[in-house]
């Protein structure tokens, strides 16, 4: 099975640094509970490209990114002893080496971890789908409706607050918690929904 993984919101927790950075510059108290919604800064009174600034500071290797769960180095390792794994992020091309960097920081290596890293434009927000694979672990709420047009593809949504409102059913699994991804890819391939 080929599976695509994403980064941040999935692997690392990126919007509690964002969070930080942006309350010190701005003067707010913005907790993750409050981003309701993939485009969340439109509710908050500020330019994209300012959200993107933060990002790209994030993405620098300034500030200190840590993981969402401590074993996911652990579970990538035994997803890709049967299956083709791709980190597979909407982030600036410009960042790879330093991606790169952290994923080795927490000892997410190429060849044990994954195969391959392939990073897309932000927009639009399903360009993903574009590299076909049976499976997206993504927290991307802009993915559910064209992923479930496809039979052949499964996202499991990763629950964050961005994405609660998101109704998930049939091609289109939530997933709370990174060990239960490793007994849904069981129950998928039990079931011989993927190819």
Request: contains cysteine.
């Amino acid at each position: 099975m080929k599976i695509a993984v994403d980064v941040d919101g999935v692997i690392f927790d990126l919007i509690s640094v964002f969070l930080n950075i942006f309350n010190h510059n701005y003067n707010t108290t913005y907790k993750k509970s409050d981003i309701t919604q993939w485009e969340f800064y439109k509710n908050w009174g500020i330019y994209e490209n300012q959200v993107y600034e933060i990002f790209y500071q994030i993405y620098n290797n300034k500030f200190s990114i840590s993981l969402i769960d401590e074993k996911i180095p652990e579970y990538l390792r035994i997803i890709k002893k049967d299956h083709h794994v791709d980190i597979l992020s909407a982030r600036n091309h410009n960042f790879k080496s330093q991606l790169i960097q952290i994923l080795l920081k927490y000892n997410i290596n190429k060849g044990q971890s994954y195969d391959r890293i392939i990073l897309v434009d932000e927009k639009p927000y399903d360009l993903k789908l574009k590299y076909e694979y049976d499976l997206y672990i993504d927290d991307n709420p802009n993915l559910i409706e064209p992923i479930k047009k496809k039979k052949d593809i499964t996202l499991f949504l990763f629950d964050q607050p961005w994405n609660k409102v998101s109704i998930c059913n049939k091609n289109i699994i939530r997933i709370k918690f990174w060990k239960d991804i490793l007994i849904e890819i069981k129950k998928l391939k039990k079931t011989d929904i993927l190819h």
